[in-house]
């Protein structure tokens, strides 16, 4: 009845959504940012020190930044503790009690709200309801809502649903949310691209250069900055390691993979250490 012990998954790639069937642009005059359920409670279900978790964390902290560069108001959503029947209606049927412990109800520590944020009590998927969020934004003149945070296929995209219903423009950033298994997450996007808002990544939306780590192209313009050898004379069946790259640059690839979800070790890398090989590797452990 509880939500299930949550595994890491690779956060999806802007090869890897579905066009969009809207051209939507986000205009900074008219958003706002809502994280969504990030408590210490629903991140507790993916354990510690999830590859998964931290990266969306990671993404999520770039998001908010921009949005305060550019004067985007930023909401949270936030469940309270110890719901009654008469509170938590159906949710208790379909997940039990709930949030008890006082301790968990906090935003985790990394996105804590400022005083500048404004935080909405949670009672239903929906941030919308039972609540005056709509009425929020439309004193503020806000009809574009960005989305980020937890669960994908249930709050997260039944509020972009609710917020297209209102005729608010719902922009949901791919890789600044968390879901259940890696086919729900892309399931709730599918929906939500196809019927409800528009699906953008983190560095479409703060206007950054994505570079893919887990293709030959995107890892050799990672490496050749590290690396003493010029472009033209780049070999990618020669060993990165005799071109320079050093062990902590490796681990640090390694990391950047475990973000995304992707498991490897320095051993298995030092083993065949080109980048052909361990593009190859890194193709089958998405495979697999």
């Known amino acids: 009845m509880s939500i299930p012990k949550l595994n890491h998954y690779a956060l999806p790639r802007a090869a890897e959504l579905a066009p969009n069937r809207v051209e939507w642009q986000l205009e900074p005059h008219r958003a706002a940012l809502l994280i969504h359920d990030v408590q210490h409670y629903f991140v507790s279900?993916?354990?510690?020190?999830?590859?998964?978790?931290?990266?969306?964390?990671?993404?999520?902290?770039?998001?908010?930044?921009?949005?305060?560069?550019?004067?985007?108001?930023?909401?949270?959503?936030?469940?309270?503790?110890?719901?009654?029947r008469n509170e938590r209606g159906l949710?208790?049927?379909?997940?039990?009690?709930?949030?008890?412990?006082?301790?968990?109800?906090?935003?985790?520590?990394?996105?804590?709200?400022?005083?500048?944020?404004?935080?909405?009590?949670?009672?239903?998927?929906?941030?919308?309801?039972?609540?005056?969020?709509?009425?929020?934004?439309?004193?503020?003149?806000?009809?574009?809502?960005?989305?980020?945070?937890?669960?994908?296929?249930?709050?997260?995209?039944?509020?972009?649903?609710?917020?297209?219903?209102?005729d608010i423009q719902p922009f949901v950033v791919a890789d600044a949310i968390a879901d259940f298994t890696k086919d729900e997450h892309m399931m709730a996007l599918h929906i939500i691209s196809q019927r409800a808002g528009k699906v953008l990544t983190t560095a479409e939306l703060i206007g950054e250069a994505s570079t893919d780590l887990t293709t030959l192209d995107g890892l050799k313009a990672f490496i050749l900055p590290l690396i003493d050898c010029e472009p033209d004379e780049f070999d990618e069946h020669e060993s990165l390691i005799d071109y320079g790259l050093d062990s902590v640059q490796v681990m640090n690839l390694i990391s950047l993979w475990q973000q995304q979800g992707i498991e490897t070790n320095f051993i298995e890398l030092a083993q065949v250490p080109t980048l052909a090989a361990w593009v190859e590797l890194l193709e089958t452990r998405m495979a697999e």
């Not at 008890?100 to 404004?118: G, N, Y």
């Not at 574009?144 to 249930?154: F, K, P, S």
Request: glycine letters at 6%; a negative charge; hydrophobic letters at 40%.
């Open 45 to 84: 279900f993916y354990g510690q020190d999830n590859p998964l978790v931290t990266a969306m964390i990671e993404n999520i902290q770039r998001i908010k930044a921009y949005c305060y560069e550019h004067d985007i108001p930023v909401y949270y959503t936030a469940q309270p503790i110890k719901q009654g």
């Open 91 to 166: 949710l208790l049927d379909m997940w039990g009690a709930g949030l008890q412990d006082p301790s968990q109800q906090p935003i985790v520590d990394a996105l804590a709200p400022t005083e500048k944020d404004t935080v909405l009590t949670k009672w239903r998927y929906s941030a919308f309801q039972k609540c005056d969020f709509e009425s929020q934004l439309q004193a503020q003149q806000r009809d574009q809502l960005l989305i980020v945070g937890i669960y994908g296929h249930i709050g997260v995209m039944t509020t972009a649903i609710d917020a297209f219903m209102r």
